[in-house]
């Protein structure tokens, strides 16, 4: 197997005209209608749609009050670390400890410098509403590239959500930072540019472990289509950024460090779960609760696993090749992988939305339901977060639509796999 391309080794397909054949073929209703659900027509979409989301985040800056969540803590945290405090157990802020990686560290403080030390926050909203747009483009691009998703579902995607905007723009969270690099990664991962992707994949870890739920996928695919050899070249790039960001923690107190920036048992508030109103709180801080909803993780990961490579050893033959939605046998896995963990994480708080909020049209699109059920499950998930605060029926509904989106997807990851992936496409 070829060893993965670098910067200088990939082969640039012809490019095609677009939407040249659509404007010479327009002579009817039916021809006016692909713009909006011919997944061909995607792009115009996704181009019509930044623009738009532009104006959008501007006009949310400028006009709904900013609401102060975490952004000062950040702030207090990194300026310990500028002010020469490197042992990770005195790095506080008024929301507690540090609970990130070193990367957050780094990223946060340079946000810490260029906003005067946090108290710029307009300027620090600007910012983010870049990385909104960032982010917003690297999902677009990898939905156009699996030609799965009609035009008309790129808008609800992105202008339906007001969570994802406040999430980004009004809370300053880092958690739509992280996913900005996974989804960074996921499309150098389509480029070919593998060692590139993976870099970008540890420097999402290294903002917010939560990415890791991309992890057993990651390794499946790194060793299906690269192969051993190159997946230990792959997991080292990854492990030498950990410990590059982490080198002055480290060296200070690694104990600590490990302890605060990779602790897998922290115990979230009740009083703040989006997805499990409806358990008791005794039972939501049990620990047995926790060990079980880990079981349960592992146990679905370990059933979709054969499922998973194979469709990553059929993306392996036919990725050099311009097969139409041949990115759909690399995206699902990676994107059913990260749901499965969502869906079974101990608990759920309004901003980590963004961890699996751009993938849902995607997976749901990946069922055989019609596209009145599938709206219906978008809708009521979309419902579920919007809920504030949860109650045991929001909670609850949030468990059926996972469910029901869950059992839809791998009814058709294993159906696909007892046919011809080849053949792999919606209707």
């Known amino acids: 197997m070829a060893p993965p391309r670098g910067s200088g080794g990939r082969v640039k397909k012809p490019s095609r005209p677009f939407f040249a054949g659509f404007i010479q073929g327009i002579n009817s209703y039916k021809d006016l209608k692909k713009l909006f659900v011919d997944p061909e027509y995607a792009s115009l979409a996704a181009g019509v749609l930044l623009a738009l989301e532009l104006v959008i985040n501007v006009i949310v800056i400028n006009k709904v009050r900013y609401t102060e969540i975490d952004w000062i803590a950040y702030m207090q945290e990194v300026e310990g670390v500028k002010n020469g405090t490197y042992d990770y157990a005195q790095l506080k802020g008024d929301t507690g400890p540090l609970v990130y990686p070193g990367g957050f560290v780094w990223i946060y403080l340079l946000l810490y410098t260029i906003t005067s030390q946090g108290k710029n926050v307009l300027l620090a909203q600007y910012i983010f509403c870049a990385l909104y747009l960032i982010n917003l483009a690297l999902v677009f691009r990898i939905l156009v590239r699996t030609r799965k998703l009609p035009p008309y579902l790129y808008a609800l995607l992105s202008l339906t959500s007001y969570?994802?905007?406040?999430?980004?723009?009004?809370?300053?969270?880092?958690?739509p930072v992280a996913v900005l690099f996974l989804y960074a990664a996921i499309n150098m991962f389509l480029d070919e540019y593998w060692s590139l992707g993976s870099l970008m994949f540890s420097i999402a870890v290294s903002i917010k472990m939560n990415i890791l739920l991309y992890s057993p996928v990651l390794l499946i695919a790194y060793i299906a289509i690269l192969g051993y050899k190159h997946t230990v070249v792959q997991l080292m790039i990854c492990g030498l950024f950990q410990l590059l960001v982490a080198v002055p923690f480290l060296m200070e107190n690694p104990v600590n460090y490990i302890i605060g920036a990779f602790n897998l048992g922290r115990v979230f508030m009740f009083k703040w779960t989006v997805n499990f109103r409806f358990v008791p709180e005794e039972i939501f801080v049990s620990k047995y609760f926790h060990i079980s909803l880990l079981a349960l993780h592992i146990l679905i990961l370990a059933c979709t696993a054969p499922y998973a490579y194979r469709f990553l050893k059929a993306y392996a033959k036919i990725r050099n090749l311009d097969i139409p939605?041949?990115?759909?046998?690399?995206?699902?896995?990676?994107?059913?992988?990260?749901f499965v963990g969502v869906m079974c994480a101990r608990s759920l708080h309004y901003q980590f939305y963004v961890w699996y909020y751009h993938t849902l049209p995607y997976l749901a699109w990946c069922t055989e339901y019609s596209t009145?059920?599938?709206?219906?499950?978008?809708?009521i998930i979309e419902m579920c977060w919007n809920t504030y605060?949860?109650?045991?029926?929001?909670?609850?509904?949030?468990?059926?639509?996972?469910?029901?989106?869950?059992?839809?997807?791998?009814?058709?990851l294993v159906k696909n796999c007892n046919t011809s992936l080849l053949t792999f496409k919606q209707k």
Request: charged share 5%; aromatic share 10%.
């Open 163 to 175: 969570r994802i905007h406040s999430i980004f723009v009004l809370r300053l969270f880092n958690d």
């Open 372 to 379: 009145v059920v599938r709206l219906l499950i978008l809708g």
């Open 389 to 412: 605060p949860s109650t045991v029926y929001s909670s609850a509904g949030l468990h059926c639509c996972h469910l029901v989106l869950f059992y839809g997807v791998v009814s058709t």
């Open 325 to 338: 939605h041949s990115a759909q046998l690399l995206v699902l896995p990676l994107f059913l992988c990260n």
